[in-house]
């Protein structure tokens, strides 16, 4: 066994592998970090691993899985698997909590295993409200404080969640990370939430799970931008330090 994965607010470096799912919403470009991402709400998370440890975790067909909790106005959201990152030596991901999201439509059934195939989606802001009919978004008016409010005006069975841009390692995509399914004539607001969770999975990114895995960690990061966190071989499970 080798030294611990470490997991730190970090800046963002270099190349790294993606395992991606969705088939349509997911897209990559090289960015400047810098500039891709505003200061005020950046979050990032630094991954470092030794060469042994990457042999071991390599052997299970497993890569780092990354979720961001979604919260709604209806009840608890089907987490989507925000990412799922091929650690290499140095892992870096850094993100804003609230630029560049997007506010997307999906006809794809919120089942475990399922991929996220966008159908529609359009950017928004926080605290601002977006009606969706006829298969497409426009905007409405003034919403709930720091949330995104979709009015269902369709019929047709559809869900609905947010994407986000992520950087990782200067490759920047956007990927959903939550979803709710929706009745024609309602409305939902949503969030996402200040809970970010690390954890091996062999799941792709834009994959519909279950629930959030048991040997997960969970880190509150809505007052605190710094965190570390160590990789536990035997056990496969990660912790603060």
């Known amino acids: 066994m080798g030294l611990p994965l470490k997991i730190a607010i970090g800046v963002v470096g270099l190349a790294a592998l993606l395992t991606t799912g969705c ?12 500039a891709d991402i505003a200061s005020d709400s950046t979050r990032a998370l630094e991954l470092e691993i030794t060469a042994a440890d990457l042999q071991q975790i390599d052997a299970t067909g497993q890569t780092v ?15 989507v698997l ?12 850094t993100w804003s909590t609230d630029d560049g999201m997007k506010l997307y439509a999906t006809t794809t059934a919120l089942q475990a295993g399922a991929t996220i195939e966008i159908a529609s989606e359009t950017q928004v802001t926080l605290s601002s409200s977006y009606i969706f009919e006829n298969g497409a978004f ?9 949330q995104v409010t979709v009015q269902v005006d369709t019929q047709g069975i559809y869900a609905f ?36 969770f690390v954890f091996l999975t062999s799941e792709k990114t834009g994959t519909v ?24 071989e035997p056990s496969a499970t990660f912790h603060i330090t």
Do not use: C, H, K
């Not at 088939?23 to 810098?34: H, L």
């Not at 841009?165 to 607001?189: D, M």
């Open 138 to 146: 426009a905007a409405g008016s003034a919403g709930p404080v720091d």
């Open 161 to 196: 969640g947010l994407s986000a841009p992520v950087v990782v390692n200067g490759v920047r995509l956007e990927a959903p990370y939550g979803a709710v399914a929706a009745s024609p004539n309602e409305s939902i607001s949503m969030a996402g939430t200040g809970n970010v």
């Open 65 to 79: 899985g990354i979720a961001w909790e979604m919260q709604t106005s209806v009840g608890e959201a089907s987490p």
């Open 82 to 93: 925000w990412l799922a990152v091929e650690p290499v030596e140095q892992t870096e991901i």
């Open 23 to 34: 088939s349509s919403g997911v897209g990559t470009d090289s960015v400047d970090p810098a």
């Open 209 to 232: 799970l279950s629930q959030i895995p048991s040997n997960t960690l969970r880190i509150d990061m809505t007052n605190q931008t710094n965190a570390s966190v160590v990789f536990d």
